[in-house]
Nanobody, 126 residues
Framework: QVQLVESGGGLVQAGGSLRVSCVAS????????MAWVRQAPGKEREFVAG????????SYADSVKGRFTISRDYAKNTVFLQMNSLKPEDTAVYYC???????????????????WGQGTQVTVSS
């Protein structure tokens, strides 16, 4: 069993920045990748960004490229999402997710992630 705990959400004005974090814990699991996924009211969950755990190579949704940066602290089992130039349409609950089986290959298929956090709210005001 893997536990994921997100933190760092909040309210920010359009054009501002915010950083969210997610710590993974549990027994005897291997992390191949972690990702950030978001869900806006009335919409489906969508892939935002992912990072391969060993190589730190990344992948982004087109909607956030150039504005968001995903990174990871290997030793602390922590993934970050730095969000700059935020827009009202970035408002959503942001979830972190982990791939413990090696399925994720930089795509946007959310079924490739095995465990999910509870989410943290990010609200961008206009």
């Amino acid at each position: 069993q893997v536990q994921l705990v997100e933190s760092g959400g909040g309210l920010v004005q359009a054009g501002g920045s915010l950083r969210v974090s997610c710590v993974a814990s549990g027994r005897a699991f291997r992390m191949y990748a972690m990702a950030w996924v978001r869900q806006a009211p009335g919409k489906e969950r969508e892939f935002v960004a992912g990072v391969r755990w060993s190589s730190a190579t990344t992948s982004y949704a087109d909607s956030v490229k150039g504005r968001f940066t995903i990174s990871r602290d290997y030793a602390k089992n922590t993934v970050f999402l730095q969000m700059n130039s935020l827009k009202p349409e970035d408002t959503a609950v942001y979830y972190c997710a982990v791939d413990t089986t090696g399925d994720w290959q930089y795509g946007t298929n959310l079924r490739q992630f095995d465990y999910w956090g509870q989410g943290t709210q990010v609200t961008v005001s206009s």
